[in-house]
């Protein structure tokens, strides 16, 4: 049997008509990933215990005569910054190489209750910080369509191991644009929901008022239904919202979609350009209504994300100090010394380069400077989007300004690798839900179209991005 | 350009023990990303308030109550600690004749 193309809906019939049982599909996947990690390393940890324990489980339910629900057998994987009880729970970190997750995280418990089979958990940028899986304590994750290239970040594990059908879909995580950008880069659907639109509550935080988890899947309809299985308020996290679910009906005669001129100026590859333009051209074939806006605030963006990013995970990962858990330094001479020796000996280059901006941007006699003026730009920034969903229902853009691009080209120079974000730092920075569904190629390499819509309108990404997806084939 | 001296203050608020190179090479990286930052002095923000959430939300509080978890759970906690002692975390004196500075 073959699990390349299945989809969720596929594994429900297959079940339900006992064409295959959850055990044999789920050891079908695990042999998939014991054949594929030697070259890809999409997982810091492959939970084939649990996976089995959870499709036999599935199985005596399908004998018993229970209905099967929506994700029941569906093998999942999860970014290693989610918390799945009883697992590992990395991060990405030396510094959480051996923590144990004491508990699931909510959207772990409702795939759980819907039936899911968590197949491991996957590499990604050490605490998010990233844009290519390569800040990981555990080796760099490599791009399933050229290996000699990045997947992504920061969750590129998570996207890479729905594009090699290591499992069927993924839950990544995006604080400026960690579940897009490997999306785009992997060739994969990839969603970023609405702040407030999923709990955050077991979740491994970065920045506060950015992170966001959401779905990996091959095609759009899948990562819809995952979607709505993770949504929903969660009195563990005062942030998440139950939003009303809009009853528009969706004519694409009425669609208007607006086209950024700021994200197609110079520094866009042509190559990726020329691709997003026919994707955006099919859409007004089929009748939508195409018109260019103005996000005049956007250059402030890139800077006000990392002063933003950079001060929350300051105060976010303040906790790594060695006490509580994690790693902790030997023979120190004082309490200090401990956390000092800890935090150096175990976190990261990057981690450390955005701790110490944040600290710095946070001090006294900077945070006006830094700090206030980024969250006053983020408001510009908000009012620019405000202004644009007047005029249309959908933005529509690149993911990235460029193509996956090799293992070690960027990884030196942070500033490189902070603009391949350029275009997914502001959706986080304005709480907005933003979509990349894979569109065409750069010769074998993925090319991501990003959907950007009104809060708490996801529904309007899965219509035009399926409607994308029906073009592209 | 940060001075070195910049460096090791930030390094010690963040508590962040840097050897000799990293201080160097943050020197250099710090230096280049809070150039960039300079960005944000031409952006027009008289008048503008903050935004420090995306989605307006009012302070959603619930009742200061307890929520009494379990001795196994307690245990599993104090178990992931690195130094642990009686059902205790164990740390460094905290108060100490001026070693801790």
Do not use: W
């Amino acid at each position: 049997m073959t699990n390349q193309s299945l989809s969720i809906k596929d594994i429900t019939t297959g079940l339900s008509q006992k064409k295959f049982s959850a055990v044999e599909l789920v050891q079908s996947f695990l042999n998939t990933i014991k054949e594929k990690e030697k070259n890809l390393n999409a997982f810091i940890e492959i939970t084939g215990d649990l996976a089995l324990k959870e499709a036999k489980a599935i199985d005596e339910k399908i004998v018993k005569g229970v209905d099967l629900s929506v994700l029941a057998g569906v093998p999942c994987a999860v970014k290693d910054a989610i918390l799945v009880e009883g697992q590992r729970c990395t991060a990405g970190s030396r510094m959480l190489k051996d923590y144990v997750a004491p508990y699931d995280a909510t959207v772990i418990k409702k795939i759980k209750d819907a039936g899911a089979v968590i197949v491991g958990k996957t590499n990604m940028d050490e605490f998010g910080m990233g844009a290519s899986t390569e800040n990981s304590a555990f080796g760099p994750t490599k791009n399933p369509h050229d290996l000699s290239r990045v997947p992504g970040g920061s969750s590129g594990g998570a996207a890479a191991s729905v594009a090699a059908y290591e499992s069927v879909v993924s839950l990544g995580e995006d604080t400026g644009g960690s579940i897009r950008l490997p999306a785009s880069f992997c060739g994969v659907v990839g969603l970023k929901p609405t702040y407030g639109a999923v709990s955050r509550n077991g979740i491994i935080a970065l920045a506060s008022s950015l992170d966001q988890v959401g779905p990996f899947a091959k095609t759009v309809e899948d990562a819809e239904i995952l979607f709505n299985v993770i949504r929903g308020k969660d009195p563990a996290d005062s942030t998440s919202v139950e939003p009303q679910i809009s009853n528009d009906q969706f004519l694409i005669s009425k669609l208007r979609i607006g086209v950024p001129k700021e994200y197609f100026a110079k520094g866009l590859d042509p190559q990726i350009e020329k691709v997003i333009r026919e994707a955006i051209k099919k859409f007004e074939e089929a009748g939508a209504h195409i018109e260019e806006i103005e996000l005049p605030n956007t250059k402030y963006a890139l800077a006000t994300y990392y002063i933003i990013n950079t001060s929350e995970a300051s105060a976010n990962l303040a906790r790594f100090d060695g006490i509580r858990y994690g790693e902790q330094a030997k023979e120190t001479a004082n309490l200090l010394q401990t956390y000092i020796r800890s935090r150096g000996e175990s976190l990261g280059p990057e981690v450390k380069r955005r701790i110490m901006l944040g600290t710095y941007a946070l001090s006294v006699g900077y945070y006006d400077a830094y700090y206030i003026k980024a969250q006053k730009v983020r408001t510009l920034l908000k009012q620019d989007f405000d202004s644009a969903f007047k005029k249309v229902d959908i933005i529509a853009g690149p993911v990235s300004p460029f193509l996956p691009f090799k293992i070690g080209e960027r990884v030196d120079d942070p500033m490189a690798m902070y603009l391949v974000d350029i275009y997914t730092v502001p959706v986080n920075l304005a709480g907005l839900p933003g979509i990349s569904v894979p569109v065409g190629k750069v010769g074998n390499l993925p090319v991501g179209l990003q959907l950007i819509a009104r809060p708490f309108r996801e529904d309007l990404l899965f219509e035009i991005g399926k409607l994308a997806e029906q073009h592209a084939k | 350009m940060l001075t070195k001296e910049e460096v090791q203050h930030i390094a010690k608020l963040a508590r962040i023990e840097l050897t000799e190179q990293e201080v160097e090479k943050f020197q250099k990286d710090l230096s280049e990303i809070l150039d960039y930052f300079d960005i944000l002095k031409s952006a027009k923000t008289s008048g503008v308030e903050p935004m420090t959430h995306s989605v307006p939300l009012q302070n959603v509080m619930r009742e200061d109550t307890p929520q009494k978890q379990s001795l196994e759970v307690v245990e599993e906690l104090i178990e992931m600690a690195p130094e642990k002692e009686k059902g205790f975390v164990r740390v460094k004196e905290v108060f100490s004749q001026g070693k801790n500075k």
